[in-house]
């Protein structure tokens, strides 16, 4: 069992930048493949990107691709997802999400946090 718990989003204007984390707990979080997910309203919920177990490999979506960046510290438990030049079509609540696995699958994620708001202003 892997509890996710997201935090660092909030409000920023056009081109800043915001730091999010996905703290787990478990003692085997190295064993898990990391995605992060984010859902407009009235949109369905997107993958990101995500990172893998313990190589590190990660994995980006084409509108996020060169300005957002993930990495992870097993020791700590947490996966981040750094946001920057965002953009106003960047709003949306952002989930993290964990899968015990290999690669960095974009689907059937297994366990999932609650969210947090990113909102990105004009």
């Known amino acids: 069992q892997v509890q996710l718990v997201e935090s660092g989003g909030g409000l920023v204007q056009t081109g800043g930048s915001l730091r999010l984390s996905c703290a787990a707990s478990?003692?085997?979080?190295?064993?898990?493949?990391v995605g992060w997910f984010r859902q407009a309203p009235g949109n369905e919920r997107e993958f990101v990107g995500g990172i893998s177990r313990s190589s590190g490999m990660t994995l980006y979506e084409d509108s996020v691709k060169g300005r957002f960046t993930i990495s992870r510290d097993n020791a700590k438990n947490t996966v981040y997802l750094q946001m920057n030049s965002l953009k106003p079509e960047d709003t949306a609540v952002y989930y993290c999400?964990?899968?015990?696995?290999?690669?960095?699958?974009?689907?059937?994620?297994?366990?999932w946090g609650q969210g947090t708001q990113v909102t990105v202003s004009s």
């Open positions: 999400a964990a899968k015990e696995t290999w690669g960095i699958p974009r689907y059937d994620y297994n366990y």
């Open positions: 478990g003692r085997t979080f190295s064993s898990y493949t």
